[in-house]
Protein backbone atom coordinates (compact mmCIF):
# COMPACT_ATOMS: atom_id res chain seq x y z
CA UNK A 1 0.00 0.00 0.00
CA UNK A 2 1.52 3.46 -1.57
CA UNK A 3 2.46 5.48 1.73
CA UNK A 4 1.50 9.09 0.53
CA UNK A 5 3.61 11.12 3.05
CA UNK A 6 6.54 9.94 1.72
CA UNK A 7 7.66 9.15 -1.35
CA UNK A 8 10.88 7.94 -3.24
CA UNK A 9 12.51 9.21 -6.27
CA UNK A 10 15.17 7.16 -8.16
CA UNK A 11 18.25 5.83 -6.62
CA UNK A 12 20.13 5.76 -10.11
CA UNK A 13 23.43 4.10 -10.87
CA UNK A 14 26.30 5.83 -8.63
CA UNK A 15 24.60 6.58 -5.30
CA UNK A 16 27.02 5.77 -2.78
CA UNK A 17 26.54 1.90 -1.74
CA UNK A 18 24.41 1.37 -5.00
CA UNK A 19 26.14 -1.89 -6.01
CA UNK A 20 25.54 -0.89 -9.74
CA UNK A 21 27.79 2.10 -9.28
CA UNK A 22 30.12 1.15 -12.13
CA UNK A 23 27.02 0.09 -14.49
CA UNK A 24 25.80 2.54 -17.46
CA UNK A 25 22.42 2.24 -15.72
CA UNK A 26 18.51 3.57 -16.87
CA UNK A 27 20.31 7.02 -17.13
CA UNK A 28 22.86 5.77 -19.81
CA UNK A 29 19.92 3.87 -21.71
CA UNK A 30 17.54 6.76 -21.68
CA UNK A 31 20.35 8.87 -23.05
CA UNK A 32 20.46 6.68 -25.63
CA UNK A 33 16.16 6.39 -26.58
CA UNK A 34 16.56 10.33 -26.41
CA UNK A 35 15.07 11.47 -23.08
CA UNK A 36 14.93 10.86 -18.63
CA UNK A 37 14.79 7.71 -17.59
CA UNK A 38 11.67 6.96 -16.23
CA UNK A 39 11.10 6.65 -12.25
CA UNK A 40 11.66 2.74 -10.90
CA UNK A 41 8.44 0.79 -9.76
CA UNK A 42 9.33 1.46 -6.28
CA UNK A 43 8.88 5.28 -6.49
CA UNK A 44 6.12 6.23 -4.52
CA UNK A 45 6.48 3.62 -1.72
CA UNK A 46 8.52 4.40 1.72
CA UNK A 47 11.78 4.10 2.10
CA UNK A 48 13.63 3.27 5.12
CA UNK A 49 16.40 6.75 5.57
CA UNK A 50 19.18 6.22 6.89
CA UNK A 51 19.97 8.33 9.60
CA UNK A 52 22.85 10.41 8.24
CA UNK A 53 20.47 11.30 5.49
CA UNK A 54 18.07 12.65 7.54
CA UNK A 55 17.19 16.39 7.92
CA UNK A 56 17.63 19.56 6.05
CA UNK A 57 20.10 20.47 3.74
CA UNK A 58 22.20 21.88 6.55
CA UNK A 59 22.28 19.46 9.03
CA UNK A 60 23.55 17.22 5.93
CA UNK A 61 26.66 19.05 5.68
CA UNK A 62 25.91 21.89 3.28
CA UNK A 63 28.97 23.47 1.09
CA UNK A 64 28.62 26.34 -0.69
CA UNK A 65 27.94 26.15 -4.31
CA UNK A 66 30.90 28.62 -5.24
CA UNK A 67 31.52 30.09 -8.66
CA UNK A 68 34.89 28.18 -10.30
CA UNK A 69 37.79 29.75 -9.43
CA UNK A 70 40.47 30.91 -12.53
CA UNK A 71 41.62 27.63 -14.67
CA UNK A 72 39.19 25.70 -13.02
CA UNK A 73 35.61 24.05 -14.70
CA UNK A 74 32.45 23.61 -13.37
CA UNK A 75 32.74 20.08 -13.87
CA UNK A 76 35.58 19.73 -11.70
CA UNK A 77 33.23 21.44 -8.46
CA UNK A 78 30.00 18.83 -9.81
CA UNK A 79 32.71 15.44 -9.95
CA UNK A 80 33.56 16.94 -6.25
CA UNK A 81 29.89 16.95 -4.80
CA UNK A 82 29.62 13.68 -6.49
CA UNK A 83 32.55 11.69 -4.66
CA UNK A 84 31.33 13.38 -1.52
CA UNK A 85 27.18 13.30 -1.47
CA UNK A 86 26.14 11.19 -4.51
CA UNK A 87 23.67 12.22 -7.03
CA UNK A 88 22.16 14.62 -5.23
CA UNK A 89 24.78 17.53 -2.61
CA UNK A 90 23.42 19.84 0.20
CA UNK A 91 24.67 23.37 -0.65
CA UNK A 92 24.66 26.23 -0.01
CA UNK A 93 22.56 28.68 -2.62
CA UNK A 94 24.50 31.91 -3.79
CA UNK A 95 21.79 33.96 -1.65
CA UNK A 96 22.86 32.57 1.27
CA UNK A 97 19.85 29.74 1.41
CA UNK A 98 20.14 25.89 2.04
CA UNK A 99 18.86 23.55 -0.98
CA UNK A 100 19.87 20.45 -2.38
CA UNK A 101 21.36 20.68 -5.75
CA UNK A 102 20.36 17.73 -7.83
CA UNK A 103 23.05 16.65 -10.19
CA UNK A 104 21.95 13.54 -12.04
CA UNK A 105 20.43 13.16 -14.81
CA UNK A 106 17.71 10.63 -13.88
CA UNK A 107 17.12 12.72 -10.83
CA UNK A 108 16.68 15.91 -12.39
CA UNK A 109 14.48 14.03 -15.37
CA UNK A 110 12.39 12.61 -12.10
CA UNK A 111 12.07 16.10 -10.20
CA UNK A 112 11.06 18.06 -13.75
CA UNK A 113 8.62 15.34 -14.37
CA UNK A 114 6.59 15.07 -11.12
CA UNK A 115 5.71 19.29 -10.35
CA UNK A 116 2.83 17.89 -7.98
CA UNK A 117 5.88 17.04 -5.45
CA UNK A 118 8.05 19.43 -6.49
CA UNK A 119 6.08 22.60 -7.37
CA UNK A 120 8.05 25.73 -8.25
CA UNK A 121 9.07 28.08 -5.79
CA UNK A 122 7.55 31.76 -6.41
CA UNK A 123 9.53 33.59 -4.25
CA UNK A 124 13.07 32.83 -5.75
CA UNK A 125 12.32 32.69 -9.50
CA UNK A 126 14.71 31.45 -11.62
CA UNK A 127 16.65 32.01 -14.75
CA UNK A 128 16.15 30.50 -18.39
CA UNK A 129 14.96 28.17 -19.16
CA UNK A 130 12.10 28.38 -16.46
CA UNK A 131 11.75 31.65 -16.15
CA UNK A 132 10.96 32.24 -19.86
CA UNK A 133 8.17 30.32 -20.43
CA UNK A 134 4.53 32.03 -20.06
CA UNK A 135 2.25 29.09 -20.05
CA UNK A 136 1.22 28.60 -16.60
CA UNK A 137 -0.45 30.88 -13.92
CA UNK A 138 2.63 33.48 -13.34
CA UNK A 139 4.16 33.52 -10.07
CA UNK A 140 4.03 35.96 -7.62
CA UNK A 141 6.02 39.21 -6.88
CA UNK A 142 7.13 39.11 -3.00
CA UNK A 143 4.65 42.26 -1.67
CA UNK A 144 2.75 42.23 -4.83
CA UNK A 145 0.60 39.39 -4.49
CA UNK A 146 -0.12 36.97 -7.81
CA UNK A 147 0.58 38.16 -11.07
CA UNK A 148 -2.22 37.83 -13.38
CA UNK A 149 -1.54 35.36 -16.14
CA UNK A 150 0.13 36.69 -19.51
CA UNK A 151 -0.18 36.04 -23.32
CA UNK A 152 1.25 33.28 -24.18
CA UNK A 153 5.11 33.50 -25.10
CA UNK A 154 4.83 30.19 -27.12
CA UNK A 155 1.97 31.05 -29.07
CA UNK A 156 3.58 34.45 -29.89
CA UNK A 157 6.72 32.73 -30.72
CA UNK A 158 5.19 30.47 -33.37
CA UNK A 159 4.62 33.32 -36.21
CA UNK A 160 7.88 33.80 -36.20
CA UNK A 161 9.53 32.15 -39.93
CA UNK A 162 12.74 30.20 -38.79
CA UNK A 163 13.85 31.17 -42.71
CA UNK A 164 13.05 34.73 -42.55
CA UNK A 165 14.49 34.85 -39.28
CA UNK A 166 17.92 33.05 -40.61
CA UNK A 167 18.12 35.61 -43.21
CA UNK A 168 17.64 38.57 -41.61
CA UNK A 169 20.48 36.98 -38.31
CA UNK A 170 22.57 36.19 -41.81
CA UNK A 171 22.65 40.24 -42.99
CA UNK A 172 23.36 41.23 -39.43
CA UNK A 173 25.83 39.28 -38.74
CA UNK A 174 27.71 40.20 -42.38
CA UNK A 175 27.48 43.78 -41.47
CA UNK A 176 28.80 43.18 -37.96
CA UNK A 177 31.60 41.05 -39.70
CA UNK A 178 32.29 43.56 -41.63
CA UNK A 179 32.82 45.91 -39.09
CA UNK A 180 36.05 45.00 -37.77
CA UNK A 181 37.52 42.36 -40.76
CA UNK A 182 39.92 45.11 -41.66
CA UNK A 183 41.32 45.10 -38.37
CA UNK A 184 42.73 41.91 -38.01
CA UNK A 185 41.94 41.39 -34.19
CA UNK A 186 38.40 41.70 -32.74
CA UNK A 187 36.98 41.00 -29.06
CA UNK A 188 34.09 38.68 -30.78
CA UNK A 189 31.71 39.32 -27.36
CA UNK A 190 31.03 42.41 -27.39
CA UNK A 191 31.67 43.64 -31.05
CA UNK A 192 29.39 40.39 -32.57
CA UNK A 193 28.02 37.79 -30.27
CA UNK A 194 25.88 39.82 -28.31
CA UNK A 195 25.77 42.26 -30.99
CA UNK A 196 24.10 39.57 -33.20
CA UNK A 197 21.48 37.81 -30.14
CA UNK A 198 20.38 41.25 -29.18
CA UNK A 199 19.46 42.35 -32.84
CA UNK A 200 18.11 38.90 -33.54
CA UNK A 201 15.57 39.34 -30.46
CA UNK A 202 14.32 42.51 -32.01
CA UNK A 203 13.83 41.09 -35.07
CA UNK A 204 11.74 38.33 -33.80
CA UNK A 205 9.33 41.69 -32.01
CA UNK A 206 9.03 42.47 -35.76
CA UNK A 207 11.60 45.58 -36.29
CA UNK A 208 13.66 44.91 -39.18
CA UNK A 209 17.09 46.06 -39.42
CA UNK A 210 16.84 48.43 -41.76
CA UNK A 211 14.15 50.35 -39.71
CA UNK A 212 15.02 53.75 -38.61
CA UNK A 213 14.42 53.13 -34.95
CA UNK A 214 16.31 49.42 -35.33
CA UNK A 215 19.54 50.96 -33.84
CA UNK A 216 18.22 53.03 -31.66
CA UNK A 217 16.39 50.39 -29.65
CA UNK A 218 18.75 47.96 -29.66
CA UNK A 219 21.44 50.45 -27.66
CA UNK A 220 18.52 50.98 -25.26
CA UNK A 221 17.74 47.60 -25.30
CA UNK A 222 21.82 46.85 -24.47
CA UNK A 223 22.21 49.21 -21.72
CA UNK A 224 18.85 48.26 -20.00
CA UNK A 225 19.11 44.46 -19.99
CA UNK A 226 23.13 45.10 -18.91
CA UNK A 227 25.32 42.25 -17.58
CA UNK A 228 25.39 42.48 -14.01
CA UNK A 229 21.72 42.56 -12.95
CA UNK A 230 19.99 39.67 -12.44
CA UNK A 231 22.96 37.99 -10.80
CA UNK A 232 23.41 40.35 -8.29
CA UNK A 233 19.56 41.41 -7.20
CA UNK A 234 18.47 37.23 -6.95
CA UNK A 235 15.55 38.13 -9.68
CA UNK A 236 15.36 37.06 -13.02
CA UNK A 237 15.80 39.73 -15.39
CA UNK A 238 12.62 38.19 -17.42
CA UNK A 239 10.65 38.39 -13.97
CA UNK A 240 12.38 42.03 -13.43
CA UNK A 241 11.18 43.56 -16.57
CA UNK A 242 7.22 42.50 -16.16
CA UNK A 243 7.07 43.99 -13.29
CA UNK A 244 8.62 47.28 -14.86
CA UNK A 245 12.23 47.44 -13.59
CA UNK A 246 15.47 46.94 -15.22
CA UNK A 247 16.94 43.77 -14.20
CA UNK A 248 18.81 44.25 -11.24
CA UNK A 249 16.11 45.78 -9.29
CA UNK A 250 15.82 48.97 -7.84
CA UNK A 251 18.24 52.16 -8.85
CA UNK A 252 21.76 52.08 -6.62
CA UNK A 253 23.76 54.87 -8.32
CA UNK A 254 25.04 56.08 -11.13
CA UNK A 255 25.16 52.73 -13.49
CA UNK A 256 21.93 51.95 -12.70
CA UNK A 257 20.32 55.29 -13.11
CA UNK A 258 22.15 54.79 -17.11
CA UNK A 259 20.24 51.89 -17.09
CA UNK A 260 16.43 53.04 -15.92
CA UNK A 261 16.96 55.46 -18.33
CA UNK A 262 17.39 53.19 -21.39
CA UNK A 263 14.90 51.44 -19.99
CA UNK A 264 12.54 53.93 -20.05
CA UNK A 265 13.45 55.14 -23.55
CA UNK A 266 13.61 51.14 -24.71
CA UNK A 267 9.40 51.40 -23.69
CA UNK A 268 8.77 54.47 -25.00
CA UNK A 269 10.03 52.72 -28.92
CA UNK A 270 8.25 49.54 -28.13
CA UNK A 271 4.63 51.02 -26.70
CA UNK A 272 5.07 53.12 -30.31
CA UNK A 273 5.88 49.97 -32.20
CA UNK A 274 3.00 47.85 -30.10
CA UNK A 275 0.46 51.03 -31.11
CA UNK A 276 1.57 50.31 -34.78
CA UNK A 277 0.94 46.50 -35.01
CA UNK A 278 -2.58 47.30 -33.49
CA UNK A 279 -3.24 49.25 -36.36
CA UNK A 280 -1.86 47.37 -39.18
CA UNK A 281 -0.97 43.98 -37.33
CA UNK A 282 1.89 41.55 -39.24
CA UNK A 283 2.80 37.98 -39.05
CA UNK A 284 5.34 38.94 -35.74
CA UNK A 285 5.60 38.15 -32.61
CA UNK A 286 4.32 41.66 -31.47
CA UNK A 287 0.96 41.19 -33.30
CA UNK A 288 0.26 37.45 -31.87
CA UNK A 289 0.68 38.92 -28.69
CA UNK A 290 -1.81 41.90 -29.35
CA UNK A 291 -4.21 38.94 -30.41
CA UNK A 292 -3.91 36.82 -27.40
CA UNK A 293 -7.06 37.55 -24.85
CA UNK A 294 -4.76 37.36 -22.45
CA UNK A 295 -3.03 40.55 -23.26
CA UNK A 296 -5.68 43.47 -22.09
CA UNK A 297 -3.71 46.28 -23.34
CA UNK A 298 -0.28 47.33 -24.87
CA UNK A 299 1.44 48.05 -22.05
CA UNK A 300 0.95 44.32 -20.84
CA UNK A 301 2.65 43.34 -24.46
CA UNK A 302 5.21 45.97 -23.89
CA UNK A 303 6.10 43.87 -20.61
CA UNK A 304 5.81 40.90 -22.42
CA UNK A 305 8.51 41.88 -24.94
CA UNK A 306 10.68 43.23 -22.88
CA UNK A 307 10.50 39.79 -20.84
CA UNK A 308 10.63 37.81 -24.83
CA UNK A 309 13.90 39.63 -25.37
CA UNK A 310 15.51 39.41 -21.45
CA UNK A 311 15.01 35.76 -21.97
CA UNK A 312 16.29 35.56 -25.20
CA UNK A 313 19.39 37.18 -25.40
CA UNK A 314 22.16 36.30 -23.06
CA UNK A 315 21.44 32.80 -22.84
CA UNK A 316 21.73 32.76 -27.09
CA UNK A 317 24.59 34.78 -26.77
CA UNK A 318 26.20 32.46 -24.42
CA UNK A 319 26.12 29.78 -26.57
CA UNK A 320 27.55 31.22 -29.39
CA UNK A 321 30.07 32.63 -27.41
CA UNK A 322 30.90 28.61 -25.43
CA UNK A 323 30.44 27.29 -28.69
CA UNK A 324 33.43 29.60 -30.83
CA UNK A 325 35.32 28.78 -27.53
CA UNK A 326 35.51 25.33 -28.26
CA UNK A 327 36.10 25.76 -31.74
CA UNK A 328 39.04 28.12 -31.36
CA UNK A 329 40.47 25.99 -27.92
CA UNK A 330 39.58 22.34 -28.70
CA UNK A 331 41.45 20.55 -31.69
CA UNK A 332 38.81 16.99 -31.97
CA UNK A 333 36.14 19.79 -31.95
CA UNK A 334 36.81 22.08 -34.49
CA UNK A 335 38.17 19.42 -36.27
CA UNK A 336 35.08 17.91 -37.26
CA UNK A 337 33.59 20.52 -38.07
CA UNK A 338 35.81 21.86 -40.47
CA UNK A 339 36.20 18.30 -41.96
CA UNK A 340 32.35 17.76 -42.15
CA UNK A 341 31.77 15.22 -39.76
CA UNK A 342 30.11 17.81 -37.69
CA UNK A 343 27.70 20.49 -39.02
CA UNK A 344 27.61 23.61 -37.06
CA UNK A 345 24.05 22.53 -35.87
CA UNK A 346 25.44 19.39 -34.18
CA UNK A 347 28.44 21.31 -32.83
CA UNK A 348 25.76 23.54 -31.27
CA UNK A 349 24.52 20.95 -29.80
CA UNK A 350 27.23 18.96 -28.51
CA UNK A 351 28.03 22.65 -26.54
CA UNK A 352 24.68 22.33 -25.35
CA UNK A 353 25.76 18.77 -23.72
CA UNK A 354 29.56 20.01 -22.79
CA UNK A 355 29.35 23.52 -21.88
CA UNK A 356 25.67 25.11 -21.37
CA UNK A 357 24.83 28.37 -20.72
CA UNK A 358 22.18 27.61 -18.25
CA UNK A 359 24.22 25.58 -15.58
CA UNK A 360 21.81 26.12 -12.43
CA UNK A 361 18.05 26.63 -12.27
CA UNK A 362 16.25 26.75 -9.00
CA UNK A 363 13.03 27.93 -8.50
CA UNK A 364 11.31 24.90 -6.78
CA UNK A 365 10.30 23.30 -3.58
CA UNK A 366 9.57 19.31 -2.07
CA UNK A 367 5.67 18.96 -1.40
CA UNK A 368 6.16 16.81 1.16
CA UNK A 369 9.02 14.44 2.75
CA UNK A 370 10.23 12.12 -0.22
CA UNK A 371 13.59 10.07 -1.18
CA UNK A 372 15.95 12.05 -4.03
CA UNK A 373 19.51 10.09 -4.81
CA UNK A 374 19.59 8.32 -1.51
CA UNK A 375 18.69 11.77 0.52
CA UNK A 376 15.68 12.39 2.82
CA UNK A 377 14.51 15.48 1.24
CA UNK A 378 11.35 17.54 3.86
CA UNK A 379 8.71 19.05 2.85
CA UNK A 380 9.69 22.59 2.10
CA UNK A 381 13.13 22.22 1.55
CA UNK A 382 14.65 23.57 -1.91
CA UNK A 383 15.48 22.00 -4.32
CA UNK A 384 17.93 23.57 -7.30
CA UNK A 385 18.52 21.69 -10.45
CA UNK A 386 22.19 21.77 -12.06
CA UNK A 387 21.77 20.91 -15.79
CA UNK A 388 25.18 21.05 -16.69
CA UNK A 389 25.90 18.42 -13.97
CA UNK A 390 23.25 16.21 -15.50
CA UNK A 391 24.70 16.99 -18.49
CA UNK A 392 27.66 15.51 -17.96
CA UNK A 393 26.89 12.77 -15.51
CA UNK A 394 29.30 10.13 -16.34
CA UNK A 395 26.51 7.63 -15.85
CA UNK A 396 24.92 8.90 -19.11
CA UNK A 397 28.42 8.82 -20.37
CA UNK A 398 30.28 6.01 -19.70
CA UNK A 399 32.17 5.54 -23.04
CA UNK A 400 33.36 9.14 -23.82
CA UNK A 401 31.60 12.42 -24.84
CA UNK A 402 28.37 12.76 -25.93
CA UNK A 403 27.26 12.41 -30.46
CA UNK A 404 26.30 15.92 -31.71
CA UNK A 405 22.81 14.50 -32.78
CA UNK A 406 21.78 13.20 -29.78
CA UNK A 407 19.51 16.03 -28.39
CA UNK A 408 17.82 14.61 -25.31
CA UNK A 409 19.89 16.90 -22.88
CA UNK A 410 18.44 19.22 -20.35
CA UNK A 411 19.70 22.47 -21.25
CA UNK A 412 16.23 23.61 -22.02
CA UNK A 413 14.59 22.60 -18.96
CA UNK A 414 12.45 19.45 -18.46
CA UNK A 415 8.71 18.47 -17.90
CA UNK A 416 5.79 21.52 -18.11
CA UNK A 417 8.41 23.91 -17.32
CA UNK A 418 10.51 22.93 -20.06
CA UNK A 419 11.28 25.91 -22.43
CA UNK A 420 8.36 26.46 -24.44
CA UNK A 421 8.32 25.15 -28.50
CA UNK A 422 9.46 26.83 -30.94
CA UNK A 423 11.51 29.28 -28.45
CA UNK A 424 14.77 26.49 -28.45
CA UNK A 425 14.38 26.38 -32.52
CA UNK A 426 14.54 30.05 -32.83
CA UNK A 427 17.57 30.26 -30.27
CA UNK A 428 19.38 27.46 -32.81
CA UNK A 429 18.65 29.19 -35.45
CA UNK A 430 20.44 32.35 -34.59
CA UNK A 431 23.09 30.41 -32.59
CA UNK A 432 23.78 28.55 -35.96
CA UNK A 433 23.22 31.15 -38.40
CA UNK A 434 25.76 33.13 -35.94
CA UNK A 435 28.83 30.64 -36.31
CA UNK A 436 28.00 29.76 -39.76
CA UNK A 437 28.49 33.61 -40.96
CA UNK A 438 31.96 33.96 -38.76
CA UNK A 439 33.52 30.98 -40.47
CA UNK A 440 32.43 31.81 -43.57
CA UNK A 441 33.77 35.53 -43.12
CA UNK A 442 37.03 35.19 -41.09
CA UNK A 443 37.77 31.31 -41.74
CA UNK A 444 41.40 31.30 -40.30
CA UNK A 445 40.49 33.15 -37.26
CA UNK A 446 42.32 32.08 -33.94
CA UNK A 447 42.17 32.97 -30.45
CA UNK A 448 44.72 35.52 -29.38
CA UNK A 449 45.36 34.67 -25.81
CA UNK A 450 46.01 31.75 -24.15
CA UNK A 451 42.98 29.74 -23.33
CA UNK A 452 43.66 29.93 -19.29
CA UNK A 453 43.40 33.57 -19.67
CA UNK A 454 39.70 33.56 -20.87
CA UNK A 455 37.31 34.62 -18.08
CA UNK A 456 33.71 33.71 -17.53
CA UNK A 457 31.08 35.79 -15.87
CA UNK A 458 31.23 35.13 -11.84
CA UNK A 459 27.87 33.32 -11.83
CA UNK A 460 26.85 29.59 -10.43
CA UNK A 461 23.75 29.76 -12.20
CA UNK A 462 25.01 30.45 -15.99
CA UNK A 463 28.29 30.19 -18.48
CA UNK A 464 29.62 33.07 -20.55
CA UNK A 465 32.85 34.26 -21.10
CA UNK A 466 33.29 37.94 -20.46
CA UNK A 467 35.15 38.11 -23.49
CA UNK A 468 36.68 36.40 -26.20
CA UNK A 469 39.56 38.27 -28.28
CA UNK A 470 40.60 36.89 -31.53
CA UNK A 471 43.08 37.37 -34.54
CA UNK A 472 42.71 36.76 -38.41
CA UNK A 473 43.85 37.76 -41.54
CA UNK A 474 42.24 41.29 -42.16
CA UNK A 475 39.66 41.15 -44.77
CA UNK A 476 38.91 44.55 -46.90
CA UNK A 477 35.51 44.18 -48.35
Given at each position: ?????T??????P????N???D???????AV?????A???A?AG?R?T??P?????P???G????R?P?D??????IY????R????????????G???W???GYA???Y????E??F????SR?????????STG??????GR?P???G?S?A?AL??????????????V???????????????L??????????????????????A?????L??D??????????E?????????????????GA??G??????R??????G?????L???????PR?D????L??D???????E??R??F??V?A??R???DW?????R????D????????????????????V??LD????????R??????Q?G??R??A??RVL??????N??P??W?G???G?????H???????R?C???AP????TIA?????????????TV?????????W??S???R?L?????R??????
Amino acid sequence: MTDRSTTTAPDAPGTPGNPAADEPGPAASAVRRGGPAAPPASAGHRATADPSEAGSPAASGAVPLRVPADGESPAAIYAGLRRRHGRVAPVVADDGGTAWLVLGYAEVGYVTAHEELFVRDTSRPGPWPEAAESTGPAPAVPGRGPRRPGPSAARALAAVDQFELAEGCRGVARRLVDGFAGSGRAELMSAYVRAVSLRAAVLMCGLPPDAGAFEGLVGDLRTALAEDGPERSGTSGTDAVRDGMPPGGAVRGGGDELRRSAYVRAGERLRRLVAARRSGPRPDVISRLLADPAAPDDGEVVREVFALVAAAHRPTADWIGNALRLLLTDERFARDVSGGRLSVGQALNEVLWLDTPAQTVGGRRAVRDTQLGGHRVRAGDRVLLSLAAANTDPQIWPGGRPGGENAAHLSFGGGGRRCPYPAPLLAETIARTAVETLLERLPDTVLAVDPERLAWRPSVRERGLVALPVRFTPVIR
